[in-house]
């Protein structure tokens, strides 16, 4: 073997591992057919690999099923732990999901994509996409739309307009940019029916609107959550997080539940 092949030999078995753990983003448990598929890899070189990423721990199995093993998670940890907004963010989390009892995500973009690095609570239904470490499409959720929304055109990542989950999602770049505006006129956006029927979110950016990378959100069953009551106390506590991420006094840490502007009831908002 000459010294470039040897040299693209890593290459490549780094490039089919990727591949192979880049399927399980959003799914819990694969079967090695399922794997083999999504990751474009032959089935006898994905057992392969899956079998030595099971003696490593990065990868578990459960019968005919892989998932994610525990190192991943260990690794992840360390990822998440190093993160600012989320260290500051989750006692006002905390605090959020105490006074509501509802579902609250810490969100923030990558790429085309939000993706959930905190949650404090439990249901709605428990569904993957709101799982921590589940991506969705940004343009499909309210926590994506937020921080959409404090970007100039030229600044968004390239996102393409997919089909939404639902018949409620935005379904052109017209419909987007209407939702977009509503976001920057109310200060909070809202997803009624779009990721789930039946669970509404709302979200506020954390932040200054044209530098904001994360979002904060609530979700629950849409004949409780009511943005014309939950949208100041959102905006407030986004606030509050950003003032203690930048070192100061964690806002004026009220807790009073403002009535806002942002869509005036979850009938109005069925198309965010």
Known sequence: ???SRAEQAPAAMIDRVSSLLGVFDGSRRLTLAQISRRSSLPRSSAHRILQRLVELGWVERHGYEYGLGLRIFELGSLVVRGDGIRR?????MQELHLRTGLLIHLSVLREADILH???IGGRPDDRECWQVG???PAQHTAAGRSLLAGLAPV???DTELAAPPTAYGPRSLAELERELDKIRDYGVAVDAHGTVPGFASIAAAIGPTDRATAALSITGPISVLKPERLGGSL????ADIWAAAVGG???SRSRTVLRVGAPRSADASQRG
Do not use: K, L
């Open 235 to 238: 905006r407030g506590t986004a």
């Open 155 to 157: 600044d968004r990542p």
């Open 1 to 3: 073997m000459t010294s």
């Open 117 to 119: 690095i905190e949650r």
């Open 88 to 92: 500051v963010a989750v006692p006002f």
């Open 249 to 251: 006094r964690g806002g």
């Open 134 to 136: 589940a991506r969705q």
